[in-house]
């Protein structure tokens, strides 16, 4: 079993930049591939970036140059600059592990708003 706690969500302006982090406990030496996802107001969840364990990473168009995403042992971050109103979100870290399901954080809310 694999749990994920997201931090360092909040409010900032545009052009701005947050440092999302997500903790892995549990069974960490299953976990292949991490990312991060997002769900804005009355849309579909979406991917946002993704780094395999070796370090392999993938962005969406809409984030890439932006974001960065980074992984080290059972943390993965999320670097985003140059933050716009459309990346107002609530932010999920996801594990993909070797075997069985994806499990999911609580997520961790980002504003970006003047």
């Known amino acids: 079993q694999v749990q994920l706690v997201e931090s360092g969500g909040g409010l900032v302006q545009p052009g701005g930049s947050l440092r999302l982090s997500c903790v892995a406990s549990?069974?960490?030496?299953?976990?292949?591939?991490l990312g991060w996802y997002r769900q804005a107001p009355g849309k579909e969840r979406e991917l946002v970036a993704t780094i395999t364990r070796g370090s392999r990473t993938d962005y969406a168009d809409s984030v890439q140059g932006r974001f960065t995403i980074s992984r080290d042992n059972a943390m993965v971050y999320l670097q985003m600059n140059s933050l716009k109103p459309e990346d107002t979100a609530v932010y999920y870290c996801r594990a993909d592990p070797i075997i069985g399901r994806e499990v999911w954080g609580q997520g961790t809310l980002v504003t970006v708003s003047s």
């Open positions: 549990g069974s960490i030496f299953l976990i292949n591939t």
